[in-house]
Structures are given as C-alpha cells and as structure tokens.
C-alpha cells in the first residue's frame, strides 16, 4: 500500500514529458501535409472545367431556380444574372485557390511574406492561364482571357486580404 502512494506521488511530482519528444514521426512528408489542399483544390477546378459544368449545363440548374424565385424575371436579365453568378463562381474559386496556395508555398513556416504571397499569385494565374487552355479541348467550353484575368485578380485579393488579416490579428505581440 505505501509503495502504490509512493508511485502515485512521484507520477504526480515528474514533469509532463516533451511533446516534440514523445510524437511520432509522421509519415506524410511535410511538403505533402502543406500543399494537399492545393492539389485536390486544383482537381476540384479541373473538374469544373469540363463540360459538365458548362453554361449551358449550369443553367439547366441555375435558370429553374431563378424562374421560382423570380417568375416575372425576363429572360435577358435571367441570362446576366446566370452569368453572374458563374464570374462569381470563379472568383470564389480562385480566392480560396489563392489562399490555399498560400499554405502550401509558407509550408511549416508562421506568418506573412510578401514573396510566399507573390508566389502563390503567380501559381494560380498561370494555372488559371493552363485552365483555359484546357477549355480549348472541351466542345462546350471555349478559352477566355477575362476569366484567366477574374481568376488570377480573385488569387491576388486573396492575398491583399491574407496581408491585412496577418498585420492587423495575426502579428505577434510585443511583450510589454
């Protein structure tokens, strides 16, 4: 009996063991657990540029929605608002596109710089630029520079947004 509240004392005494010690190794390479996001993300773009998701897919959705909700909607103003809709779908897109590119080229790193920024930029227009030239090879779909210009201006206003949230909520605070 004393022996078992010896042991229990001492267990209590001795300090918690390291975590970085005491975890395992991980398997998954560390660049792989930073840019998985970015990959699959990408594959989710690949995919809506197929002709599946084309305009004439998409309104097959969106334009029955639209005529419920809006039965007196004439149907020039129904075309704008399904494009609206689809250049608001590319930008979202491309903003998390932006922000999940951002993760994977800061990898483990903590916080802002510009040059990570600006290399996630650059990965997501000239993948929104390979985008639209794999729209050339889908027959519903055709290549435009303006939706390379929304996607690309989408990765960068991610990018001013990620800015302003590290140097006004994410910066570290000087101990005082």
Do not use: N
């Not at 390291?18 to 657990?33: A, E, F, G, N």
């Not at 840019?35 to 305009?55: K, R, V, Y």
């Not at 020039?76 to 608001?88: Q, Y």
């Amino acid at each position: 009996m004393e022996w078992d509240i010896l042991c229990f004392m001492t267990t209590i005494e001795s300090p918690a063991p390291d975590l970085d010690k005491v975890r395992r190794p991980s398997r998954i390479p560390s660049w792989l657990r930073a840019w998985w996001p970015a990959l699959l993300w990408a594959t989710f773009i690949f995919i809506l540029s197929t002709d599946f998701f084309s305009s004439e897919h998409t309104g097959s959705i969106i334009e029955p929605i639209l005529r419920w909700l809006f039965p007196a909607m004439p149907q020039d103003t129904l075309d704008f608002v399904h494009h609206i809709i689809r250049k608001s779908a590319h930008f979202v897109e491309y903003f998390i596109f932006g922000l999940l590119l951002y993760r994977g080229v800061r990898g483990a790193r903590r916080g802002w710089h510009w040059s990570w920024a600006l290399m996630a930029w650059l990965v997501a227009a000239v993948y929104s630029a390979l985008d639209e030239i794999h729209q050339i090879f889908v027959p519903s779909r055709g290549p435009s520079a303006w939706d390379s210009l929304l996607d690309s201006t989408a990765a960068l206003f991610a990018m001013m947004v990620l800015f302003l949230l590290y140097r006004h909520f994410f910066r570290p605070r000087a101990e005082a």
